[in-house]
């Protein structure tokens, strides 16, 4: 007999031969592109820019839907969720951007227990989950510190406390070193590396091979919005130029 557990089992991200245009002229910004990530796993997801790697991340999000095939998170087609569930799928999904999006006029503290107040948690759990968040990122004693007045490196782990403080079973960065120096970036990629070896799974997109070099990581490959190279399944084409 099935339990309904199996429905879980298999990959935690499928893609199935998603294309995906966006309005107007132009080629695809995805072309049939299969992907599987599987539990636990950390995978890069690089690219030249324009390549197709933020579209890929905003299709798990289901901030866009695929013109054609399909995307699966945790086995379900994201794509035929109903609307109300789909807060409940973006629950499930912590997500970091180059750019840190913190709110300004909360302190650190604040904006990392928002997270959790716009998901109906109680004082008492946002009271103890804050802190100890803080302190896996390396802030605990920041947690009073309006964002201005940290550093890039240090505002990135403030919106990575932002994003884990729920617990997600998947968290997804794009370009999150983008706007940081080398030296810092090693910090915030030794911290993702943590966080993944504690059981997140970790879909990261950027185009700065430094950081994809020093990681040692499955390595998935856009070129206008074409798998390339994917380290899972053995695709090396168009490797040459
Ligand atoms: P990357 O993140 O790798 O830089 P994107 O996914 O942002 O790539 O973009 C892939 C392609 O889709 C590019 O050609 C880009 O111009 C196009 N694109 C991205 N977002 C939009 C949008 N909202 N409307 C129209 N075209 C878009
Ligand atoms: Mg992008």
């Known amino acids: 007999m099935r339990v309904a557990r199996s429905r879980t089992v298999g990959p935690v991200?499928?893609?199935?031969?998603?294309?995906?245009?966006?309005?107007?002229?132009?080629?695809?910004?995805?072309?049939?592109?299969?992907?599987?990530?599987?539990?636990?796993?950390?995978?890069?997801?690089?690219?030249?820019?324009?390549?197709?790697?933020?579209?890929?991340?905003?299709?798990?999000?289901?901030?866009?839907?695929?013109?054609?095939?399909?995307?699966?998170?945790?086995?379900?087609?994201?794509?035929?969720?109903?609307?109300?569930?789909?807060?409940?799928?973006?629950?499930?999904?912590?997500?970091?951007?180059?750019?840190?999006?913190?709110l300004p006029t909360k302190t650190v503290s604040q904006n990392v227990a928002f997270a959790m107040q716009v998901t109906g948690r109680s004082g008492r759990d946002i009271r103890r989950a804050v802190p100890a968040t803080l302190e896996l990122v390396g802030l605990a004693d920041k947690g009073g510190r309006m964002p201005e007045e940290l550093s890039g490196g240090e505002q990135q782990r403030v919106a990575i406390a932002r994003a884990m403080v729920n617990d997600p079973m998947i968290l997804i960065a794009d370009e999150p070193t983008g706007n940081l120096d080398p030296t810092t970036s090693v910090g915030i990629m030794k911290l993702l590396d943590r966080i993944n070896q504690s059981g997140t799974t970790v879909v990261m997109a950027t185009h700065d091979n430094g950081v994809v070099d020093q990681m040692r990581k499955r390595v998935v490959e856009l070129d206008h919005g074409s798998v390339v190279r994917d380290e899972a399944t053995g695709v090396y084409g168009f490797q040459q130029h």
Do not use: C, H
């Open 13 to 102: 991200i499928r893609f199935e031969k998603v294309t995906k245009s966006y309005p107007g002229p132009g080629k695809p910004a995805l072309s049939q592109v299969s992907i599987n990530v599987d539990k636990g796993e950390f995978v890069f997801l690089v690219g030249s820019s324009g390549s197709g790697k933020s579209t890929a991340l905003r299709l798990m999000l289901r901030e866009l839907r695929p013109t054609t095939g399909r995307v699966y998170v945790a086995g379900k087609e994201i794509n035929r969720l109903a609307t109300w569930k789909v807060p409940r799928l973006r629950r499930q999904i912590g997500t970091v951007f180059q750019d840190f999006r913190l």
